[in-house]
């Protein structure tokens, strides 16, 4: 089946550090991919959706310049969250999908800002 | 805009036991309707989806589902409950861009499942 393998599973950084989160579709192409925040016990936010080649587009309250991301090629999409603060601690998942199938998920990213 | 609706935060059945975890949405058209299934520090994996067609759904792990237009429900069942089923579920409702043939997950809050032994 389709798999999303997401790297790293785990970051703990200090207060101003950037991190860059990867996404990556293994066996199939991702027009389209999606970034999704979670919070504890919350479900998941969605933050920002971007097709492959193309800038990304985001929700309505995410910060466009705070959370980058690029979507270069049809198997990798980057989520960087630049000058980190421990407000933006929480656990981060990507989703790809080939055109109109279903979405597949990565197993997430726990960040955690000192 | 859609929504979904869990009603049950968190529900604890015994092994062995059947299962239904309920999902309400609004949508002004008819839905795509998805049931994910997250291990707790994992992703979501997707347990079955509805798009069209015959109402009743069936999924992995035994999962079955039942799209139910007049009650706007979408609720997952399971006859026999294992332990390794102890997660937390999640239902979604997609609005679909006929346009792009593209579409937008909206998901609800999620349900905790508990298994007792």
């Known amino acids: 089946g389709a798999v999303v393998s997401q790297h790293p599973s785990r970051v703990i950084c200090k207060s101003g550090t950037s991190v860059k989160i990867e996404c990556r579709s293994l066996d199939f192409q991702a027009t389209t991919m999606f970034w999704y925040r979670q919070f504890p016990k919350q479900s998941l936010m969605l933050m920002a959706t971007?097709?492959?080649?193309?800038?990304?587009?985001?929700e309505q309250g995410v910060e466009k310049d705070k959370f980058l991301i690029n979507h270069a090629s049809l198997t990798l999409s980057t989520l960087t969250v630049t000058s980190a603060h421990p407000e933006d601690s929480s656990f981060y998942i990507c989703?790809?999908?080939?055109?109109?199938?279903?979405?597949?998920f990565g197993d997430g990213t726990r960040l955690s800002i000192l | 805009a859609q929504s979904v609706t869990q009603p049950d935060i968190h529900i604890t059945v015994s092994e062995g036991a059947s299962l239904e975890l309920r999902c309400n949405y609004s949508y002004g058209a008819t839905p795509y309707l998805f049931w994910y299934v997250q291990s707790p520090g994992q992703g979501l994996q997707l347990l079955l989806k509805?798009?069209?067609?015959?109402?009743l759904v069936q999924g992995i792990k035994g999962f079955e589902a039942e799209f139910k237009r007049s009650q706007s429900s979408f609720n997952l069942r399971k006859p026999s409950v294992h332990w390794s089923d102890a997660a937390e579920y999640f239902c979604?409702?997609?609005?679909?861009?006929?346009?792009?043939?593209?579409?937008?997950?909206?998901f609800g809050k999620g349900t905790k499942l508990s298994v007792i032994p």
């Open positions: 509805y798009f069209s067609g015959d109402t």
């Open positions: 979604a409702v997609a609005a679909v861009d006929s346009g792009a043939g593209s579409y937008q997950l909206t």
């Open positions: 989703s790809a999908r080939d055109r109109d199938q279903p979405q597949h």
């Open positions: 971007s097709n492959e080649g193309s800038k990304a587009t985001y």
